[in-house]
């Protein structure tokens, strides 16, 4: 039997092969097109039972087969998996595509949410259906005839448009390279940076030194040279790309008018009044004026940091560089001059207190305490020997010995980087919690979760007296395996019966980052770092004082970067809202510049064209939706602060509020909902703005 088409237990790593794929995957698809044609068939009723779960059932065998070899392509990326999963790829997109087009699916969700079994179906049940219905209505399922051409040729062009303005982002980044033939010119720049740069312009069979605005090159530039010729060249080339003063055919500011125009005109199809409006419907944020009044309070708030940080930030570099003007492409050399005078600690020297089996320790206990599970190793087969697999239990107690040690669900850490792996941090789901009749998955009739936990942290490297030395992380990388739990609990703690909506399934998008980023916060909570720091040589906790100074050092410049974060996010959301890119005497710079006057405390150049080259709006899904970084930051820094009002970071009451309102609960209920179920209120954004430093007066 092909080990892909085993849905009774684990991914059979151990057996799988390459070869496999092709026979299990083409197979699947062949089974799901026939059971999309019978479900769309003239006798089959709208039901739950008759349509809804035979759909879920067949779609999962796909979803999870395909995701074995998905998951196979990104951690060993060796050439036969490359082109195991390459050959099947257009089959899979094209089917999924279909599905998403299927009209004949829409009526019948549609029949179903108009009958009288809706109102007897569970919550998570309903909210699948509503779900399924919106997407369709919003990818113009129930326009008109007559209407429907047009849409379709939009959704086209716009999708042509995004990857044209990436395109000539890029074509016009590789554009430009500032050749350095005096090493005095060099002052400042780290030495793997020279020799990246020397290694380049030898390349291209040049003597000196070759910079590019690319980010390895570009950034320590702006950060570190010395020479102020050197990074305002970089700095204007960089702020120019994509612009008229290029290339006419690279120019990106006729796409932006035409994607603007276009957006709005396919919202004004569907029926509203902006692109905005379109953006929010599968969000937790609700109207336009909501988004835009969080911005602007957020904004008002953290002003007065911001203009403290921008006037500390002249002051130095007056005093201590010698600039009597600060240009924006000073900004980036000074603060990291000023955080290097204030704040300077050895990041290695950090490093040596986060060792590999003691942060695992800390965290899994952290885990725990939080939420009253048990994390304990298990065994399975893996796709590396340098993969940990762990189960959670549910705790066992001495006065209910009937529940003790239950199975909640199970997940695989793939710690360090491999040149097959690719790169990043990510959390990707084995297994869905769900409730199935088929007993020969679940025997109990519940379908228990499993995560891929993935990073690409350094290895163990050295020995000391014979013993090999554990691997050891940066504080950088112990949040990130933070955030990552964070996603991880999210998808394996869920309580939800239903295939839609269990874990991190259906939960809007600017809400998915809360669990992530809530669990960041306890890798900066003082009493969880000593138990996740024992020194490679010494076994020490971290010092008191160097804790201190790396906390100093997180909120460096908040007020600034805030401002930043918010006035890309207004700009992104106005510019969907009542800008009207097809009236000629609308001007996307002049409502950049006005919005600059409105929150900016850093003014850049005029002949800054920074529009052109915003590919999260413009090439990007995050048109209209750029404050979710924000929004989702505040509902994670509010939940937080529920535990610090209880004065205490694992408060159980607290914890067992956080698992059943908002993890378990999953996308089966509105987030806000979710949100409101646990804090009692709305979010609010001081807890935010006080974890940035951004509270109380400012001292002149
Ligand atoms: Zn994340």
New binding site residues.
């Given amino acids: 039997m092909n080990p892909l088409l085993d849905f009774s237990a684990l991914p059979r790593f151990d057996t799988i092969k390459p070869a496999d794929v092709q026979p299990a995957i083409a197979q699947l698809l062949e089974e799901n097109r026939a059971l999309v044609n019978r479900l769309t068939g003239k006798n089959v009723a709208a039901t739950w039972a008759g349509f809804v779960a035979p759909l879920t059932d067949g779609l999962e065998r796909l979803a999870r087969a395909w995701g074995i070899v998905g998951h196979l392509h990104a951690v060993n990326d060796v050439p036969e998996w490359r082109e195991a999963y390459n050959a099947m790829l257009p089959d899979v997109s094209r089917f999924f595509a279909e599905l998403g087009q299927n009209l004949n699916l829409f009526t019948r969700y549609k029949a179903l949410r108009a009958s009288d079994e809706y109102a007897d179906l569970s919550l998570a049940r309903r909210k699948i259906v509503d779900n399924e219905v919106r997407d369709f209505r919003l990818s113009g399922a129930e326009l008109p005839a007559d209407k429907k051409p047009r849409f379709q040729a939009i959704s086209e062009e716009l999708a042509s448009l995004g990857a044209k303005f990436s395109e000539n982002l890029l074509d016009a980044t590789n554009a430009f390279s500032e050749l350095v033939s005096d090493a005095a010119e060099l002052s400042g720049l780290p030495d793997d940076v020279l020799e990246a740069a020397r290694e380049a312009a030898q390349k291209d069979g040049l003597a000196g030194w070759k910079f590019t605005l690319h980010m390895p090159s570009y950034l320590p530039v702006m950060q570190y040279a010395d020479s102020r010729r050197l990074r305002a060249a970089m700095y204007r080339a960089y702020a120019t790309r994509a612009a008229e003063f290029g290339p006419p055919e690279l120019d990106n500011a006729p796409l932006i008018r035409r994607i603007l125009e276009l957006r709005r005109e396919e919202a004004q199809l569907l029926g509203y009044a902006n692109y905005a409006e379109v953006s929010l419907v599968p969000k937790m944020a609700e109207s336009v004026p909501q988004v835009l009044a969080f911005l602007r309070d957020m904004a008002a708030r953290a002003k007065p940091f911001a203009h403290k940080d921008v006037a500390e930030l002249r002051d130095f570099a007056r005093q201590e560089l010698g600039l009597a003007t600060l240009e924006s492409w000073d900004v980036g050399y000074a603060s990291e001059k000023l955080l290097q005078a204030r704040y300077a600690f050895s990041e290695h020297e950090v490093k040596q207190y986060f060792t590999e089996d003691k942060v695992l320790a800390g965290l899994f206990h952290a885990v725990e305490s939080l939420f009253g599970v048990c994390l304990k190793p298990d065994s399975a087969p893996v796709w590396h020997p340098d993969v940990r697999f762990f189960r959670i239990e549910t705790r066992s107690d001495e006065n209910a010995k009937d529940n003790a040690g239950e199975l909640i669900g199970q997940f695989y850490i793939d710690l360090y980087a491999r040149d097959t792996k690719r790169g990043g941090a990510w959390m990707d789901e084995a297994i869905t919690r769900r409730r199935v009749s088929d007993k020969t998955l679940a025997a109990d009739g519940v379908q228990s979760p499993v995560a891929y936990l993935n990073c690409n942290f350094s290895r163990p490297v050295g020995e000391k007296s014979g013993q090999p030395l554990p691997a050891t992380f940066t504080h950088d990388e112990v949040a990130t395996l933070f ?1 990552e739990t964070g ?1 991880g609990l999210h998808h394996l703690l869920t309580r939800v019966d239903e295939l839609g909506v269990s874990g991190i399934h259906g939960v809007e998008w600017d809400a998915v ?1 809360l669990p ?1 980023q809530f669990m960041e916060n306890y890798c900066w909570e003082w009493s969880v770092v000593r138990e996740l720091t024992a020194h490679v040589d010494t076994g020490e906790p971290l010092p008191r004082a160097l804790f201190d100074k790396m906390v100093a050092a997180r909120n460096f410049q908040s007020g600034m970067q805030t401002l930043r974060q918010i006035e890309f996010s207004l700009f992104d959301l106005l510019l969907h809202t009542d800008f009207d890119a097809s009236d000629e005497q609308t001007s996307v710079a002049e409502l950049l510049a006005q919005i600059r006057r409105e929150v900016a405390v850093l003014v850049p150049p005029e002949w800054n064209r920074f529009p052109n080259s915003f590919s999260h709006i413009f090439a990007g899904g995050y048109g209209a939706g750029y404050f979710s970084y924000k929004w989702a930051e505040v509902l994670s820094a509010d939940c937080y602060a529920a535990f610090e009002e209880a004065g205490n970071p694992f408060d159980a009451a607290v914890g067992k509020r956080f698992l059943d309102e908002i993890l378990a609960a999953g996308g089966a209920r509105p987030a806000l909902e979710n949100f409101r179920a646990f804090r009692g209120r709305e979010p609010q954004i001081d807890a935010l703005l006080r974890h940035c430093g951004m509270d109380g007066m400012i001292s002149a």
Avoid: D, L, R
Wanted: net charge negative; no cysteine.
């Fill in positions: 955030h996603h980052e992530s």
